[in-house]
């Protein structure tokens, strides 16, 4: 197991240059530049180019490709365009907001998924199964940005239940600790909630069939032979076998979130790296659309090595000899 992981970790370099060379192809096959997207009607077409000097983007392509590698092997992402500060700096100030929501939204998946696929698997078939079934496949087929609007049309607009963006309230700094951490958590529920019930949806009906899988095997007869009851069958012998493709989907669900959070962050006004993503695609920022991206795809690795590790950890049978 420990050569295998060495050898995961090892690729992981050329991984992430096979996703930058990608990426930074594809950015700069969109027309315009940073300079191009400046809304000022009196910049003049003379400091547009000095703009694009300062900031290389009068040199070819392959010129400013090779410039940003030699600085990303130096451990140097680059300076925003747009936000006038290092990469790394703008990454540090919005990562922890979106490890936040996707964090939270990850629990509700889970618990969610997990409490659908039970139900539905202990009596498959019926109404409630099929119900489940409908409402799961019917929330799936949604646009997560038309449920984003549909909650704040409803929660926040309608019921003023809850607030529609950002993290706090105006004014909450003066507020007391405990008001802060009760609005904060306000804040959070509707776009965790958005991530969590678009992931669950999408999820639960493989849990659910992995379960009925299970519940078909000769330990589970066995185990009703000696007079154990339906729900202790269930949630003791039938639920972690089934848990090698639950396992699989969690740590492939982080990153997953962590991406899918742009149209839900920049709904919401979350400052986190999805909002960030957004303003920089719009604004050409090349250096933050690829630190955004490399920090992406590395999560996208490293979930995939953890879904792999827990699927082994779940299921004894796939653990290498």
């Not at 509700?108 to 039970?118: E, N, Q, S």
């Not at 639920?239 to 709904?267: K, Q, Y």
């Amino acid at each position: 197991m420990t050569r295998i992981v060495l050898r995961r970790l090892a690729v992981i370099p050329l991984l992430l240059w096979v996703v930058a060379t990608v990426t930074f192809a594809v950015v700069q096959a969109a027309p315009g530049t940073y300079a191009d997207t400046i809304d000022n009607p009196r910049l003049t077409p003379a400091a547009r180019l000095h703009i694009k000097t300062l900031y290389g983007l009068d040199q070819g392509s392959f010129d400013q490709y090779l410039q940003w590698l030699g600085a990303l092997v130096q451990g140097d992402l680059g300076r925003s365009f747009l936000f006038k500060q290092p990469v790394t700096d703008v990454i540090t100030t919005a990562l922890p907001a979106t490890m936040l929501l996707a964090g939270t939204a990850l629990v509700m998946d889970l618990i969610l998924r997990i409490l659908l696929a039970l139900i539905s698997a202990r009596r498959p078939g019926s109404w409630v199964d099929r119900v489940l079934t409908v409402l799961s496949l019917g929330v799936y087929g949604l646009p997560s940005f038309w449920l984003a609007g549909l909650a704040i049309l409803f929660f926040s607009l309608k019921l003023s239940w809850l607030p529609a963006s950002h993290m706090a309230s105006v004014g909450a700094d003066g507020w007391s600790l405990g008001a802060r951490w009760v609005d904060f958590i306000r804040h959070l529920i509707l776009p965790a909630s958005i991530l969590g019930i678009v992931g669950a949806a999408s999820t639960a009906r493989y849990l659910r069939a992995s379960l009925l899988d299970v519940r078909k095997s000769p330990h589970i007869l066995a185990a009703r032979a000696r007079g154990l009851s339906e729900k202790r069958i269930l949630w003791v012998h039938t639920l972690r076998p089934a848990l090698g493709p639950l396992v699989t989907l969690i740590g492939l669900s982080l990153p997953i979130l962590v991406g899918g959070s742009v149209v839900v962050e920049t709904i919401f006004s979350w400052p986190g790296m999805g909002r960030v993503m957004w303003q920089a695609a719009v604004a050409r920022d090349i250096p933050v659309v690829m630190g955004c991206t490399l920090i992406g795809a590395l999560a996208v690795i490293i979930g995939s090595l953890v879904a792999d590790l827990l699927y082994a950890w779940a299921d004894p049978r796939v653990r290498p000899q």
